[in-house]
């Protein structure tokens, strides 16, 4: 068979136009599938539901080192979170594994401190979470959707995808990720391990999930359970009628690097005020 | 036909052979034991007294050969999608989809009822890398 120019011509164009249709179509299909559909599989009846989960921390409710304490400690035996500790008791930062833990001012609103500001607040411990933003850089980053938006807003971390790549590390503004650089469970007192929930592995990220697993049993966050009365509230912003869309609507609030676009949903209120 | 140092090489071929067919005699009356699963734990013998009889979330047929399936399909049904429950196709009872606190809550003997078969098979499933694993009797090590 003979082919002129021409010929050869018109059937690459057809071809190469195929070929290139085939991957655009190919690339549309989602990744992942779910394998179990409703209503085979449904939501626990007693969940709790909202269309946007936030959280508002007010750090002038929290007098005393053990109030933070008791927070912090609350999710991390909760969640079986390892403490790595060196041979003198002070926080291995090597190997530290954090879902909530205090900053200073400073590191928490970085560019708001001035010269003349009250010591108090510079002083002030403020805690700091993962901040289960609108539109995380974590989740872009991510290489195997390991880490995702529900659609309550949460930015939830699927343990059994992570490949330990970091880059939501990278990307995370706020810190909130930690890598676990050797077996957790190390770390892990067999005495006050939660066995209920499971540990981690070696080579995973993890970080705070605004405790997803006890909120479709009914439960709050265990974070906000464990603080001081009015200290911290828990809710679904998008209803008006809710703890925290009163508070962030009554009175000035503050979130984490807001500049960044990455659209925070943990608000802190600074001032004394009883609200609510 | 003239074999040259006929002695040698027959010497050769005989540690050859039974080097080569060592492991087949060394395991001789080894592998074959069957695994034994134990489905007698507290939980189970409580679920018989009320339900009349042994069940799992589905067939013990459908169990043997599509849990490792059934499990995937459970995890991602919890973490990404926020189900919960799973309808059984079998009895239509709903049970919490969960490892450690749904089938572990039955099958509380690991060593006697998962590491059974996944050691005869030689499956090293990495579930309990993170997922804990109930508390066992020392009597129940194996």
Redesign the interface.
């Known amino acids: 068979m003979s082919m002129d120019r021409r010929q050869f011509l018109k059937i690459a164009g057809i071809s190469s136009i195929l070929g290139f249709g085939a991957s655009v179509a190919s690339a549309t299909h989602t990744i992942w599938e779910p394998g179990l559909k409703p209503p085979q599989v449904e939501p626990n009846p007693d969940g709790l539901i909202a269309k946007r989960w936030a959280m508002v921390v007010d750090m002038s409710k929290f007098k005393t080192d053990e109030d933070i304490k008791k927070v912090t400690t609350a999710c991390h035996q909760t969640h079986n979170v390892p403490d790595f500790r060196n041979p003198d008791g002070t926080v291995d930062k090597k190997f530290e594994i954090k879902w909530i833990w205090e900053e200073p001012f400073g590191r928490t609103f970085p560019g708001s401190e001035n010269k003349f500001m009250s010591e108090h607040i510079k002083d002030m411990p403020f805690i700091v979470l993962c901040n289960h933003c609108d539109n995380p850089p974590c989740v872009r980053v991510c290489p195997t959707q390991a880490t995702f938006k529900l659609p309550n807003g949460i930015t939830m971390q699927d343990m059994h995808r992570c490949i330990g790549c970091r880059f939501c590390m990278a990307a995370c503004p706020y810190g909130a990720r930690s890598f676990n650089w050797t077996d957790p469970r190390k770390a892990i007192n067999p005495a006050t391990e939660n066995k209920a929930y499971p540990t981690r592995t070696k080579g995973v990220v993890e970080k705070c999930t605004f405790c997803t697993e006890r909120l479709q049993f009914g439960k709050i966050p265990a974070c906000v359970e464990a603080a001081p009365k009015g200290a911290m509230f828990f809710g679904d912003i998008e209803d008006p009628n809710s703890e925290v869309r009163k508070i962030v609507t009554s009175q000035l609030t503050i979130r984490r690097k807001p500049e960044l676009g990455t659209g925070p949903a943990v608000y802190y209120v600074i001032g004394g005020s009883d609200h609510a | 036909m003239k074999l040259y140092d006929g002695g040698k090489i027959l010497i050769g071929l005989m540690v050859f052979v039974g080097i080569a067919t060592f492991p087949f005699y060394y395991n001789i009356g080894k592998v074959d034991t069957k695994p034994e699963l134990k489905t007698d734990t507290p939980a189970i013998q409580a679920w018989e007294k009320q339900y009349g009889k042994k069940e799992c979330v589905e067939s013990k047929e459908y169990m043997r050969s599509e849990h490792m399936?059934l499990l995937?399909?459970?995890?991602?049904?919890v973490?990404?999608?926020?189900?919960?429950?799973?309808?059984s196709?079998t009895s239509g009872k709903?049970f919490n989809?969960s490892l450690?606190?749904g089938c572990l809550n039955c099958h509380s003997n690991k060593k006697q009822f998962c590491d059974q078969c996944h050691n005869y098979m030689a499956v090293k499933p990495?579930c309990f890398?993170?997922?804990?694993q109930?508390m066992e009797k020392e009597e129940n090590k194996s």
């Open positions: 399936q995937n399909n459970w995890r991602d049904s973490v990404r999608d926020m189900n919960r429950q799973y309808v196709m709903k989809m450690q606190n990495y890398d993170c997922h804990i109930p």
